[in-house]
């Protein structure tokens, strides 16, 4: 723990959307590396949970990292849209993407919500960073979208295909441990 901040660049307040199992390990890994991260939910219990520093999943090595997070005053957590438009220099969207029931397509009905909510609020330069697993094609659709909702002629929207970092390692259990602090596990 106690990493030191990161290098000076433009990039100083990340929000993740989505506050589930890829969500919090990314937001709290992003405070522990010195930024300011703001975690977004809809789900007011949940948000509530993270807030006092409580998991609302089991993930070894997590909790302690959340409250070192909260702690520090990098870490904190919002229900509000409008918060993290006016926050955020970055945002990651790591919201659920399920399967969708006696099908093999996916459910993008959370993406679709949580870019038009964001979408139609961002109002100053920033860049989107979609790390939900989505189908292939559906990241150009969204960037697309986002591009034109939005109306911000210097906003840069990416949303990457898959998965965009650090691949299935940090997806595996005990993804909040150790290898979690090289840099090209968390974002890049
Ligand atoms: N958890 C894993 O091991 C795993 C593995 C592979 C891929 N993924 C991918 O990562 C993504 C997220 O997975 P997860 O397991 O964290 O999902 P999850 O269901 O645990 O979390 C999703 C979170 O998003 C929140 N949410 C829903 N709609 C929202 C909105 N409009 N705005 C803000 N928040 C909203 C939900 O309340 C929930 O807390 C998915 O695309 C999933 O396929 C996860």
Do not use: N
């Not at 909510?117 to 189908?135: E, H, I, N, Q, W």
């Amino acid at each position: 723990m106690g990493l030191p901040p990161p290098v000076a660049g433009a990039v100083r307040r990340i929000t993740v959307l989505g506050t589930g199992y890829l969500g919090t390990v990314h937001a709290a890994w992003l405070a522990e590396t010195g930024f300011d991260v703001l975690g977004m939910d809809t789900d007011p219990a949940r948000v509530d949970a993270l807030s006092r520093g409580v998991l609302p999943f089991y993930e070894p090595g997590l909790e302690p990292l959340l409250r070192s997070g909260l702690r520090s005053g990098r870490l904190s957590f919002t229900t509000s849209y409008a918060e993290v438009a006016a926050f955020g220099d970055l945002h990651f969207i790591c919201v659920g993407t399920p399967q969708r029931a006696a099908s093999y397509r996916a459910d993008l009905s959370q993406l679709h919500s949580c870019l038009r909510a964001l979408g139609t609020l961002l109002d100053r330069p920033c860049l989107v960073v979609g790390k939900s697993t989505v189908p292939v094609g559906t990241a150009e659709a969204l960037a697309e979208r986002l591009s034109v909702i939005s109306r911000r002629p210097r906003l840069r929207a990416r949303m990457e295909p898959g998965i965009p970092a650090g691949g299935a390692r940090r997806l595996r259990h005990d993804a909040a441990g150790p290898d979690r602090r090289r840099g090209d596990l968390v974002a890049r």
